[in-house]
């Protein structure tokens, strides 16, 4: 979704009140992404408001089953008009107005990419499906969940560390791994 920044300027009060609903592609969303969004513009450039919501497929970290999660997101972006002659210091304590992105060049902006990324930003970075995950599957002999689990209880260590215990073997560490 595409808007003109001449077309917002053309609107009543300079608002343009948006339904958005899409599906974003790169998102592992079952549903689109719907909501609502006001785009306003002033003189400085244009603030983008609203809440989003979607439905998320995601993959325990710990379980390593799938599960869905409802994921709200609140926009709250402001575009700038970026002066070209304007020399920014390259080491200088930054402030709240520094956190803006430029309106382009073209005029146009592009809604689907900032959803976007607002729905990136707020998608949990280590998943779990709940306060009741029943942790890694309990596999059989030689399956991978257990491989190493039950050689590193018989030998005291993890098989897999064995290559760096021969970096320094002089030196004895008080820990087991």
């Not at 899409?22 to 719907?34: D, F, H, N, Q």
Request: include cysteine.
């Amino acid at each position: 979704m595409k808007v003109s920044i001449d077309d917002l300027r053309g609107q009543p009060q300079q608002r343009l009140v948006l339904s958005f609903k899409e599906s974003l592609a790169g998102l592992e969303t079952v549903k689109p992404v719907v909501g609502d969004l006001t785009l306003t513009a002033g003189s400085w450039g244009v603030h983008i408001s609203g809440r989003v919501q979607t439905l998320l497929k995601l993959t325990c970290d710990r379980c390593l089953r799938p599960y869905f999660q409802s994921l709200p997101v609140e926009i709250d972006e402001r575009l700038v008009y970026q002066s070209k002659d304007a020399a920014v210091p390259k080491e200088r304590e930054l402030s709240r107005n520094d956190f803006v992105e430029p309106i382009p060049d073209n005029g146009i902006l592009d809604i689907s990419d900032i959803v976007y990324q607002a729905v990136t930003l707020a998608t949990p970075t280590y998943c779990l499906c709940g306060a009741e995950c029943p942790g890694p599957p309990a596999g059989e002999e030689g399956s991978a969940a257990s491989l190493g689990r039950g050689k590193a209880e018989r030998t005291g260590g993890d098989p897999r560390w064995k290559n760096l215990k021969t970096l320094f073997p002089n030196e004895e560490s008080g820990e087991k791994s």
